[in-house]
């Protein structure tokens, strides 16, 4: 036994004063002159050796005599799992008194970190790991057949500053290719599970009349159709972090997530803890059949690990990952994107949903020179890779702007592209705010590759146009039949489409349109049919006009005030910000006057409520430059796609961009705020 702890104490390479343990005791270093001299200390216990209250035989390097301090809850505040002794794990005390365990802060300091991630006091000792360590998972076990050698890969270094540039470098070379991603969770685990949705969407349909006179014949009567996603299961967002059975509480689709981080220069500080916290978040909240990938980008991108099934061994080396990430460089968006995007296309499986969220705080400093085509602007802004405009490779992207520097205009148009959405993130308090809303929806997808699709029915119906946002649409040319894809929906989550028709005289009841659903279960991948009622319309001899519907008049004024904001934006990016905001204060005037606004509509409310904001966030450029342009692109890309985003303070929930807002984003949003670390 002794001849195993000299092996040790070699292998730690410290001056350590040892003395034999009493029987089921613990082996400290004596203090001959009041304590051993030192400020951090390393515990290393015993592989396979434990006892039921203290460690059999470990050695301490203890700061005030041997004294040993302990993390908050006995917990590693990296990898959040319980240290206990006994368990092959090598433990390490700073000298600021919080405890780690030692595989968890050598990869931190690896990186370039040499503050405590508890207090942020500066530390004089770190820990460091030799790159030739074999122990699998950064565990130490203690053999006393291996020879102080192969022993020596844990070992605690003085800090020099000359050394920090070159212990940052110190990380895995990444692959070539990115096919190295964990297999998907065996299907076994969920053969008791009633897969599938027992609900489907619910599709309805409202014309701008009920009833029309013989004698007219219309062009441009408007119908609405209105699709709704099946209901969540029971139990889709707990009430505490998910564990390795919480999966069997719903039978949502496993998730495949690529999350892109900005960690240049400016993210230093307290914007990187805030990161590193909504991260945590988000690790958290992923089941053992969802898989993360992390990419950290400066002025290059860097994959931190390759698709990971986020069991509970795989949130650990996560959050240790995303614990480690330093700020330092500049900002290169297109090689981040690149690398995701290879994640994403190398892996060897696939999960049925798959997403990428990407950060910034800064203006992309590499490469970015060319416009966004249909733009009236001079910004510069980044016109997406071809292979996001693959259709073979359509992952959505939610793009996150940080604070009042970072490129609005590059990352609404990756987001825009993609079939994402652009979220502006003005507080850096609400930063995990803002993702829980996001995976709030991304984990309670029952949609997907959603099309509708519309056929005339009487011969002189014809159908001249769609009305859909930046959904694909297409209007046959004899105007007969159409077709809008709508691609995924969240749980509860609407979409608004109106169509404008030409309508002959008749002197009998008229059937317009038919109108019918596709789609695919994300669960059971089943493609899926649903044939929607026919839409009639009375035909009358009376000429009184009846009101029209307000679902119609509701969805021409949200429409109306989108069109508004796009006018007002190309206005303000030609420095005209008083023709601005009188293009705001006309459509305020208008939507006032319709006829679902004097019926004391709340969507006309809060649409009046975001315009009223924007104005205000134009009156002058200094303000339109550091919060303007962001605040009016998260609206377009909430209106474009009709989904929530972030905007501003993402607790306010006045403005019309909660309006989208299903039931899962409000429970993980509540949950984000009521959880707070």
């Not at 920090?164 to 998907?184: C, G, I, K, M, Q």
């Not at 990187?272 to 400066?298: C, N, T, W």
Request: aromatic share 6%; charged share 20%; proline share 4%.
């Amino acid at each position: 036994m002794e001849g195993a702890w000299r092996k040790v104490r070699r292998a730690l390479g410290l001056r350590l004063c040892v003395r034999t343990p009493a029987a089921g005791g613990e082996l400290r270093a004596p203090s001959p002159a009041g304590g051993c001299r030192g400020d951090a200390a390393v515990t290393v216990a015993a592989a396979g050796e434990s006892g039921p209250a203290t460690q059999a035989g470990a050695l301490r390097r203890s700061k005030s005599g041997g004294r040993s301090s302990s993390s908050s809850k006995g917990k590693c505040a990296i990898c959040f799992a319980t240290m206990r002794s006994g368990r092959g794990q090598a433990l390490f005390t700073a000298e600021c008194s919080h405890m780690f365990h030692f595989h968890c802060i050598s990869s931190n300091v690896k990186h370039g970190n040499y503050v405590c991630p508890v207090c942020r006091a500066k530390w004089k000792e770190i820990p460091c790991r030799s790159l030739s360590s074999n122990s699998p998972h950064g565990r130490i076990g203690i053999n006393p057949n291996r020879s102080p050698q192969q022993d020596s890969h844990m070992v605690l270094h003085r800090q020099d500053p000359n050394r920090r540039r070159d212990v940052r470098r110190l990380h895995t070379s990444e692959p070539a290719d990115f096919n190295d991603d964990e297999p998907l969770q065996h299907k076994e685990g969920f053969d008791n599970l009633n897969f599938g949705s027992t609900k489907t969407p619910e599709i309805s349909s409202y014309p701008e009349f009920q009833t029309v006179p013989q004698s007219s014949s219309l062009d441009g009567f408007d119908i609405l159709i209105h699709a709704k996603a099946p209901t969540a299961s029971s139990g889709h967002i707990t009430g505490s972090l998910v564990n390795e059975t919480s999966v069997r509480s719903s039978s949502r689709a496993p998730v495949d997530l690529v999350t892109v981080l900005d960690v240049s220069g400016s993210m230093a500080g307290t914007k990187l803890a805030l990161l590193k916290r909504a991260m945590g978040f988000v690790v958290q909240h992923l089941r053992p059949s969802d898989r993360l990938s992390v990419i950290a980008f400066s002025s290059t991108a860097r994959r931190l690990f390759p698709l990971r099934r986020m069991s509970h061994h795989g949130r650990q080396q996560a959050l240790q990952a995303i614990n480690s990430l330093g700020a330092g460089g500049g900002t290169n968006i297109a090689d981040a994107l690149k690398k995701s995007m290879k994640v994403i296309e190398d892996r060897s499986y696939k999960n049925s949903v798959c997403s990428i969220i990407l950060l910034s705080d800064g203006q992309d400093t590499y490469s970015i020179s060319s416009n966004v085509q249909g733009t009236s602007t001079g910004h510069r802004s980044l016109v997406p890779f071809s292979i996001l405009n693959d259709e073979r490779h359509m992952v959505p992207l939610y793009a996150f702007g940080f604070g009042a520097d970072h490129d609005s205009d590059t990352l609404h148009s990756i987001a825009e592209a993609s079939g994402g959405t652009f979220s502006f993130i003005e507080d850096e308090g609400v930063m995990q705010d803002a993702f829980a809303q996001c995976i709030g929806g991304l984990l309670s997808v029952t949609v997907q590759e959603m099309r509708l699709s519309m056929e005339c029915v009487d011969p002189g119906v014809q159908l001249c146009s769609i009305k859909c946002g930046s959904y694909p649409c297409k209007v046959a040319r004899d105007g007969r039949n159409g077709s809008v894809d709508i691609g995924h929906l969240y749980a509860d989550e609407e979409r608004d489409i109106l169509l404008s028709l030409t309508i002959p005289k008749s002197r009998e009841q008229t059937s317009l349109l038919r109108v019918a659903c596709a789609y695919k279960d994300p669960v059971t991948n089943e493609t899926i049919e649903i044939q929607g009622d026919e839409v009639k319309i009375k035909r009358t001899i009376s000429t009184v006009s009846e009101p029209v519907s307000i679902e119609v008049d509701r969805e021409r004024n949200r429409i109306q005030a989108a069109n508004a904001i796009e006018s007002a934006r190309a206005a303000a990016e030609r420095g005209a910000l008083a023709e601005a905001v009188t293009i705001l204060e006309d459509c305020r005037r208008v939507l006032s006057q319709s006829f679902a606004s004097q019926s004391g509509d709340r969507l006309c409310m809060a649409l009046d409520a975001e315009l009223r904001e924007m104005q205000e966030r134009m009156a002058n450029r200094q303000l339109y430059e550091a919060s303007g342009r962001a605040y009016m692109l998260s609206g377009l890309s909430s209106h474009s796609w009709q989904r929530a985003t972030a905007r501003g303070d993402s607790t306010d929930s006045t403005t019309l961009v909660y309006s989208y807002q299903t039931p899962s984003m409000v429970q993980m949003l509540q949950h984000s705020q009521n959880h707070c670390p």
